[in-house]
T-cell receptor, first 114, second 109 residues
Framework: NAGVTQTPKFQVLKTGQSMTLQCAQDMNHEYMSWYRQDPGMGLRLIHYSVGAGITDQGEVPNGYNVSRSTTEDFPLRLLSAAPSQTSVYFC?????????????FGDGTRLSIL | EDQVTQSPEALRLQEGESSSLNCSYTVSGLRGLFWYRQDPGKGPEFLFTLYSAGEEKEKERLKATLTKKESFLHITAPKPEDSATYLCAVQAKNNDMRFGAGTRLTVKP
């Protein structure tokens, strides 16, 4: 099993550009989430989804959009990139059931906004 | 507001020198406390979940413990391959997950 796969691994954007970070999991997990990781700070939740067609905002949702059309995929869209969105982005998933189950993480997308 | 604080920020040990990492938390109704390991350029890798005060879990050289205010990750006789950043996270009753900033552990041979 591949687990959680994120693409691309690295990306450089100019301010104002848009892009989509891809996330796919092959474990049939219902719950998927996006985090950003910045130096000196813990992972912060951007958006999450409890199943296909259902998404909700996390702690830092501004400037990001998500959709969940299939169980496997959960893309994160940057609408108009800003330097403050320079970060490492992680996608995670966990199975249906109690919410206090551990999440499985991808290896991240390193994004720089110039 | 739910908070997670990890200490120290960085820890350098000699191979075989045992030590502990701390995770202090304030949360409304703890549903679970998680420990993850993160290697450079990789995503967090799950180690343990603790659900209630007094619980302990072990895996190889690692042992995690939990009280009502903090968790410790004890590392016994560490090896260089234990070098990584260790992350603590708590899940509250409202299902919010909060991560600490991590402890960067370096074990020198």
């Amino acid at each position: 099993n591949a687990g959680v796969t994120q693409t691309p691994k690295f990306q450089v954007l100019k301010t104002g550009q848009s892009m989509t970070l891809q996330c796919a999991q092959d474990m049939n997990h219902e719950y998927m989430s996006w985090y950003r990781q910045d130096p000196g700070m813990g992972l912060r939740l951007i958006h999450y989804s409890v199943g296909a067609g259902i998404t909700d905002q996390g702690e830092v949702p501004n400037g990001y959009n998500v959709s969940r059309s299939t169980t496997e995929d959960f893309p994160l869209r940057l609408l108009s990139a800003a330097p403050s969105q320079t970060s490492v982005y992680f996608c995670a998933s966990r199975p249906r059931g109690p919410s206090n189950q551990p999440q499985h993480f991808g290896d991240g997308t390193r994004l720089s906004i110039l | 507001e739910d908070q997670v604080t990890q200490s120290p920020e960085a820890l350098r040990l000699q191979e075989g020198e045992s030590s502990s990492l701390n995770c202090s938390y304030t949360v409304s109704g703890l549903r679970g406390l998680f420990w993850y390991r993160q290697d450079p350029g990789k995503g967090p890798e799950f180690l343990f979940t603790l659900y209630s005060a007094g619980e302990e879990k072990e895996k190889e050289r690692l042992k995690a413990t939990l009280t009502k205010k903090e968790s410790f990750l004890h590392i016994t006789a560490p090896k260089p391959e234990d070098s990584a950043t260790y992350l603590c996270a708590v899940q509250a009753k409202n299902n919010d997950m909060r991560f600490g900033a991590g402890t960067r552990l370096t074990v020198k041979p």
